[in-house]
Protein backbone atom coordinates (compact mmCIF):
# COMPACT_ATOMS: atom_id res chain seq x y z
CA UNK A 1 0.00 0.00 0.00
CA UNK A 2 1.53 3.52 -0.79
CA UNK A 3 1.04 6.44 1.54
CA UNK A 4 0.49 9.74 0.56
CA UNK A 5 2.51 11.51 2.82
CA UNK A 6 2.59 14.71 1.30
CA UNK A 7 -0.93 14.39 1.76
CA UNK A 8 -1.10 13.23 5.29
CA UNK A 9 1.42 16.21 6.09
CA UNK A 10 -0.58 19.01 4.13
CA UNK A 11 -3.60 17.36 6.12
CA UNK A 12 -1.95 17.56 9.97
CA UNK A 13 -0.73 21.64 8.86
CA UNK A 14 -4.13 22.84 7.98
CA UNK A 15 -5.70 20.84 10.72
CA UNK A 16 -3.53 22.63 13.13
CA UNK A 17 -2.85 26.01 11.80
CA UNK A 18 -6.58 26.30 11.19
CA UNK A 19 -6.62 27.42 7.47
CA UNK A 20 -4.72 27.02 4.42
CA UNK A 21 -2.68 30.33 3.90
CA UNK A 22 -0.22 29.31 6.95
CA UNK A 23 -0.10 25.82 6.39
CA UNK A 24 1.11 26.31 3.13
CA UNK A 25 3.48 28.73 4.27
CA UNK A 26 4.68 26.76 6.86
CA UNK A 27 5.73 23.87 4.02
CA UNK A 28 6.77 26.18 1.84
CA UNK A 29 4.19 25.64 -0.91
CA UNK A 30 1.47 27.94 -2.62
CA UNK A 31 -2.15 27.12 -1.54
CA UNK A 32 -2.90 25.78 -4.74
CA UNK A 33 -0.18 22.86 -4.19
CA UNK A 34 -1.03 22.40 -1.03
CA UNK A 35 -4.82 22.00 -2.03
CA UNK A 36 -4.20 19.42 -4.45
CA UNK A 37 -2.26 17.64 -2.09
CA UNK A 38 -5.70 17.72 0.01
CA UNK A 39 -7.54 16.80 -2.72
CA UNK A 40 -5.40 13.79 -3.90
CA UNK A 41 -5.39 12.21 -0.28
CA UNK A 42 -8.75 12.39 -0.34
CA UNK A 43 -9.58 10.80 -3.42
CA UNK A 44 -7.16 7.88 -2.17
CA UNK A 45 -9.17 7.78 0.55
CA UNK A 46 -12.77 8.38 -0.16
CA UNK A 47 -13.27 10.08 2.17
CA UNK A 48 -13.33 13.78 2.92
CA UNK A 49 -11.25 14.86 5.75
CA UNK A 50 -11.60 18.73 5.72
CA UNK A 51 -15.07 20.50 4.87
CA UNK A 52 -14.32 23.89 3.40
CA UNK A 53 -16.11 27.49 2.76
CA UNK A 54 -15.40 30.92 1.66
CA UNK A 55 -14.53 31.91 4.55
CA UNK A 56 -12.95 28.97 6.71
CA UNK A 57 -11.74 25.48 6.85
CA UNK A 58 -13.33 22.49 9.26
CA UNK A 59 -12.17 19.04 9.87
CA UNK A 60 -15.45 16.33 9.39
CA UNK A 61 -15.65 14.05 11.68
CA UNK A 62 -13.77 11.73 9.76
CA UNK A 63 -10.63 13.59 9.83
CA UNK A 64 -11.11 14.78 13.77
CA UNK A 65 -10.75 10.77 14.23
CA UNK A 66 -8.13 10.37 10.68
CA UNK A 67 -5.93 13.51 13.12
CA UNK A 68 -3.83 11.42 15.76
CA UNK A 69 -2.77 8.60 13.61
CA UNK A 70 -2.24 11.96 10.91
CA UNK A 71 0.04 13.54 13.40
CA UNK A 72 1.25 10.64 14.51
CA UNK A 73 3.01 9.41 11.07
CA UNK A 74 4.25 12.66 10.04
CA UNK A 75 6.58 12.91 13.54
CA UNK A 76 8.09 9.56 12.94
CA UNK A 77 8.99 10.16 9.72
CA UNK A 78 10.31 13.48 10.38
CA UNK A 79 12.45 12.16 13.25
CA UNK A 80 13.28 9.40 11.54
CA UNK A 81 14.75 11.96 8.41
CA UNK A 82 16.34 13.80 10.70
CA UNK A 83 18.16 10.59 12.29
CA UNK A 84 19.44 10.08 8.89
CA UNK A 85 20.32 13.39 8.30
CA UNK A 86 22.63 13.09 11.71
CA UNK A 87 24.05 10.05 10.76
CA UNK A 88 25.15 11.55 7.39
CA UNK A 89 26.25 14.85 8.57
CA UNK A 90 27.93 13.59 12.04
CA UNK A 91 28.71 9.92 10.54
CA UNK A 92 27.12 8.53 13.86
CA UNK A 93 25.88 4.57 13.63
CA UNK A 94 27.52 1.26 13.82
CA UNK A 95 30.44 -0.53 12.44
CA UNK A 96 30.72 -3.78 11.26
CA UNK A 97 34.31 -4.65 10.45
CA UNK A 98 36.47 -8.47 9.80
CA UNK A 99 39.37 -8.25 10.38
CA UNK A 100 42.63 -11.16 11.03
CA UNK A 101 43.17 -12.00 13.96
CA UNK A 102 47.35 -10.20 13.87
CA UNK A 103 45.89 -7.00 13.13
CA UNK A 104 43.95 -6.78 17.26
CA UNK A 105 47.73 -6.68 19.31
CA UNK A 106 48.73 -2.92 17.69
CA UNK A 107 47.32 -1.85 13.88
CA UNK A 108 43.40 -2.71 14.60
CA UNK A 109 43.80 -0.97 18.68
CA UNK A 110 45.33 2.03 16.49
CA UNK A 111 42.53 2.28 14.55
CA UNK A 112 39.90 2.08 17.25
CA UNK A 113 41.29 4.76 19.54
CA UNK A 114 41.80 7.17 16.72
CA UNK A 115 38.02 6.54 15.34
CA UNK A 116 36.57 6.49 18.70
CA UNK A 117 38.13 9.97 19.67
CA UNK A 118 36.70 11.18 16.61
CA UNK A 119 32.97 9.39 16.94
CA UNK A 120 32.62 8.45 20.93
CA UNK A 121 29.02 7.53 20.42
CA UNK A 122 29.71 4.91 17.26
CA UNK A 123 29.65 1.16 17.96
CA UNK A 124 31.97 -1.56 16.62
CA UNK A 125 31.03 -4.90 16.13
CA UNK A 126 34.39 -7.47 14.78
CA UNK A 127 34.68 -10.54 13.08
CA UNK A 128 37.91 -11.73 13.62
CA UNK A 129 39.00 -15.05 11.43
CA UNK A 130 41.05 -16.13 8.23
CA UNK A 131 41.44 -13.97 5.48
CA UNK A 132 39.21 -16.27 3.90
CA UNK A 133 36.26 -16.00 6.75
CA UNK A 134 37.16 -12.13 6.34
CA UNK A 135 36.48 -12.23 2.64
CA UNK A 136 33.68 -14.54 2.74
CA UNK A 137 31.86 -11.86 5.76
CA UNK A 138 32.38 -9.08 3.26
CA UNK A 139 30.92 -10.67 0.22
CA UNK A 140 28.42 -11.85 2.13
CA UNK A 141 27.18 -8.83 3.83
CA UNK A 142 27.64 -9.33 7.30
CA UNK A 143 30.60 -6.75 7.21
CA UNK A 144 30.96 -3.31 5.53
CA UNK A 145 34.75 -3.34 5.35
CA UNK A 146 37.47 -6.35 6.35
CA UNK A 147 41.04 -6.30 6.42
CA UNK A 148 43.13 -9.20 5.67
CA UNK A 149 46.38 -10.36 3.75
CA UNK A 150 46.16 -10.08 -0.14
CA UNK A 151 45.02 -13.18 -1.76
CA UNK A 152 43.56 -13.98 -5.03
CA UNK A 153 41.59 -11.10 -6.36
CA UNK A 154 37.92 -11.54 -6.45
CA UNK A 155 36.07 -9.40 -9.05
CA UNK A 156 32.89 -8.45 -6.38
CA UNK A 157 35.68 -6.85 -4.25
CA UNK A 158 38.17 -3.82 -3.80
CA UNK A 159 41.17 -4.36 -2.37
CA UNK A 160 43.52 -1.51 -1.37
CA UNK A 161 47.17 -2.30 -0.29
CA UNK A 162 47.04 -0.45 3.52
CA UNK A 163 50.82 -1.63 4.15
CA UNK A 164 53.44 -3.91 3.75
CA UNK A 165 54.46 -6.31 6.67
CA UNK A 166 57.62 -8.13 7.07
CA UNK A 167 57.83 -11.15 8.43
CA UNK A 168 60.66 -11.24 11.45
CA UNK A 169 62.36 -14.19 13.56
CA UNK A 170 60.73 -14.21 17.36
CA UNK A 171 62.40 -16.06 20.07
CA UNK A 172 63.22 -15.82 23.77
CA UNK A 173 66.41 -14.54 25.45
CA UNK A 174 69.11 -15.55 25.90
CA UNK A 175 69.51 -17.18 22.39
CA UNK A 176 72.25 -17.70 20.26
CA UNK A 177 71.48 -14.85 18.06
CA UNK A 178 70.80 -12.35 20.39
CA UNK A 179 73.43 -9.36 19.12
CA UNK A 180 72.55 -9.74 15.46
CA UNK A 181 70.35 -7.44 13.88
CA UNK A 182 68.93 -9.73 11.28
CA UNK A 183 69.05 -13.29 10.91
CA UNK A 184 69.15 -15.38 6.96
CA UNK A 185 66.38 -18.03 6.43
CA UNK A 186 69.18 -20.30 6.10
CA UNK A 187 70.89 -19.86 9.13
CA UNK A 188 67.67 -20.80 11.49
CA UNK A 189 67.05 -23.95 13.23
CA UNK A 190 63.90 -24.86 12.07
CA UNK A 191 63.95 -27.78 14.59
CA UNK A 192 62.28 -25.90 17.52
CA UNK A 193 59.94 -24.01 15.44
CA UNK A 194 56.17 -22.62 16.00
CA UNK A 195 54.73 -22.80 13.00
CA UNK A 196 51.00 -20.83 11.78
CA UNK A 197 48.58 -23.65 10.23
CA UNK A 198 49.24 -24.35 6.39
CA UNK A 199 45.57 -22.95 6.10
CA UNK A 200 46.32 -19.40 7.22
CA UNK A 201 47.28 -17.02 4.46
CA UNK A 202 50.16 -15.74 5.44
CA UNK A 203 51.82 -19.29 5.80
CA UNK A 204 50.51 -20.02 2.62
CA UNK A 205 51.93 -16.92 1.31
CA UNK A 206 55.53 -17.07 3.32
CA UNK A 207 55.44 -20.68 1.84
CA UNK A 208 54.98 -19.58 -1.33
CA UNK A 209 57.71 -17.16 -1.48
CA UNK A 210 60.47 -19.39 0.19
CA UNK A 211 59.80 -22.61 -2.14
CA UNK A 212 60.61 -19.92 -5.13
CA UNK A 213 64.08 -19.74 -3.69
CA UNK A 214 65.01 -23.54 -2.77
CA UNK A 215 64.19 -22.44 1.42
CA UNK A 216 61.43 -25.11 2.77
CA UNK A 217 61.00 -24.63 6.63
CA UNK A 218 60.48 -28.24 8.92
CA UNK A 219 59.09 -27.44 12.52
CA UNK A 220 58.07 -29.38 15.24
CA UNK A 221 55.05 -27.37 16.48
CA UNK A 222 52.17 -25.76 14.85
CA UNK A 223 49.00 -23.77 16.26
CA UNK A 224 46.41 -22.06 14.31
CA UNK A 225 46.82 -18.10 15.59
CA UNK A 226 49.63 -15.78 16.22
CA UNK A 227 49.07 -15.26 19.84
CA UNK A 228 49.46 -18.73 21.02
CA UNK A 229 52.91 -18.64 18.88
CA UNK A 230 54.26 -15.58 20.97
CA UNK A 231 52.70 -17.48 24.24
CA UNK A 232 54.65 -20.51 23.32
CA UNK A 233 57.69 -18.81 22.62
CA UNK A 234 57.42 -16.64 25.90
CA UNK A 235 57.02 -19.82 27.87
CA UNK A 236 60.48 -20.83 26.15
CA UNK A 237 59.05 -23.58 23.59
CA UNK A 238 61.01 -22.62 20.61
CA UNK A 239 60.99 -19.90 18.51
CA UNK A 240 58.46 -18.66 15.71
CA UNK A 241 57.91 -16.57 12.11
CA UNK A 242 55.64 -13.78 12.31
CA UNK A 243 54.55 -10.50 10.53
CA UNK A 244 56.25 -7.59 12.22
CA UNK A 245 52.59 -5.98 13.32
CA UNK A 246 52.19 -9.09 15.80
CA UNK A 247 54.50 -8.13 17.82
CA UNK A 248 57.01 -5.26 19.25
CA UNK A 249 59.82 -4.96 21.34
CA UNK A 250 58.84 -5.23 24.92
CA UNK A 251 55.68 -6.83 24.15
CA UNK A 252 56.44 -9.93 26.29
CA UNK A 253 59.56 -9.44 29.24
CA UNK A 254 62.61 -11.36 27.55
CA UNK A 255 60.94 -11.89 23.85
CA UNK A 256 62.68 -10.41 20.63
CA UNK A 257 62.17 -10.09 17.08
CA UNK A 258 64.86 -10.24 14.51
CA UNK A 259 64.64 -8.92 10.65
CA UNK A 260 64.68 -11.74 8.42
CA UNK A 261 66.75 -11.09 5.07
CA UNK A 262 67.59 -13.07 2.32
CA UNK A 263 64.77 -12.90 1.38
CA UNK A 264 62.79 -10.12 3.09
CA UNK A 265 59.55 -11.20 2.70
CA UNK A 266 56.26 -9.17 3.31
CA UNK A 267 52.52 -9.87 3.63
CA UNK A 268 50.82 -7.34 1.83
CA UNK A 269 47.66 -6.50 4.41
CA UNK A 270 44.44 -4.90 1.97
CA UNK A 271 41.20 -3.41 3.07
CA UNK A 272 38.26 -4.80 1.57
CA UNK A 273 34.92 -3.84 0.41
CA UNK A 274 32.06 -4.99 -1.77
CA UNK A 275 32.35 -3.68 -5.22
CA UNK A 276 28.57 -3.09 -5.35
CA UNK A 277 28.38 -1.97 -1.73
CA UNK A 278 27.89 1.54 -0.33
CA UNK A 279 29.08 2.38 3.13
CA UNK A 280 26.95 3.84 5.67
CA UNK A 281 28.35 7.18 7.20
CA UNK A 282 30.08 5.51 10.58
CA UNK A 283 32.18 2.70 7.93
CA UNK A 284 32.47 5.29 5.62
CA UNK A 285 34.47 7.26 8.86
CA UNK A 286 36.26 4.39 9.48
CA UNK A 287 37.58 3.96 6.49
CA UNK A 288 38.84 7.65 6.51
CA UNK A 289 40.48 6.90 10.09
CA UNK A 290 42.30 3.71 8.31
CA UNK A 291 43.44 5.14 5.07
CA UNK A 292 44.58 8.66 7.75
CA UNK A 293 47.00 6.71 10.36
CA UNK A 294 49.54 5.33 9.10
CA UNK A 295 51.89 2.39 10.42
CA UNK A 296 55.25 1.18 9.53
CA UNK A 297 57.35 -2.04 10.33
Known amino acids: MKIDFDGVQAFVAVAELGGFSRAAATLHITQTALTRRIQKLEHYLGLQLLARTTRRVEMTAVGREFLPQARSIVQDMTLAVER ?13 LACIPSMTTHVLPAWIREYAAQHPDNRIRLHDGSSNEVRQAVLGGKAELGVAVQGEAHPDLIETVLFADPLV ?40 QLSKRGIRLHGNYEVQHHATAINLVAAGVGSAIMPASAIREGDRPGVRSLALTHPAVKRKVVLLQRRDGVLSPAAQAFRGTIERVKLAF
Open 84 to 96: LKDMSQRAVGQVV
Open 169 to 208: FVFRSPHPLDGQKSVRWADMRDKDLIGISSFMATRIFMDY
